[in-house]
């Protein structure tokens, strides 16, 4: 397998994994209307002998989609480190320093890393 081959099986792998993604936040988005449609029905302001419980219930579930959400977006800036460093235009390939794929993944705009 020459380099070019790798690189679009790397290529192949990353849109996979990108699908892969897209299908985890798709249930996670269902997930989370269920979750609201339960909450907005059951965390009535009666159910609370006090608001600070309330308040307290309410920012632990906000805390959960926001590690959900931090954890996604991690996970897609590593994914898009590993594809910069794939398309890497200055890197040498004996093309005279561009990519195996000419300029059709400019990802920098034009300007050197």
């Given at each position: 397998m020459n380099r070019e081959e790798?690189?679009?099986q790397m290529l192949e792998s990353?849109?996979?994994i990108q699908q892969h993604i897209s299908e985890i936040l798709d249930a996670k988005a269902v997930e989370a209307e269920k979750s609201r449609n339960w909450i907005c029905?059951?965390?009535k302001e009666s159910c609370f002998a006090e608001?600070?419980?309330q308040l307290k219930h309410s920012m632990d579930i906000h805390e959960q989609m926001i590690e959900v959400i931090d954890a996604?977006?991690?996970?897609e800036n590593s994914l898009?480190?590993?594809l910069k460093t794939i398309l890497n235009r200055?890197?040498?390939s004996g093309s005279g320093g561009m990519s195996p794929f000419g300029s059709m993944f400019d990802l920098d705009g034009g300007s050197s890393s």
């Amino acid at each position: 397998m020459n380099r070019e081959e790798a690189l679009l099986q790397m290529l192949e792998s990353t849109a996979k994994i990108q699908q892969h993604i897209s299908e985890i936040l798709d249930a996670k988005a269902v997930e989370a209307e269920k979750s609201r449609n339960w909450i907005c029905s059951h965390a009535k302001e009666s159910c609370f002998a006090e608001y600070a419980h309330q308040l307290k219930h309410s920012m632990d579930i906000h805390e959960q989609m926001i590690e959900v959400i931090d954890a996604m977006t991690k996970m897609e800036n590593s994914l898009a480190r590993n594809l910069k460093t794939i398309l890497n235009r200055n890197e040498g390939s004996g093309s005279g320093g561009m990519s195996p794929f000419g300029s059709m993944f400019d990802l920098d705009g034009g300007s050197s890393s």
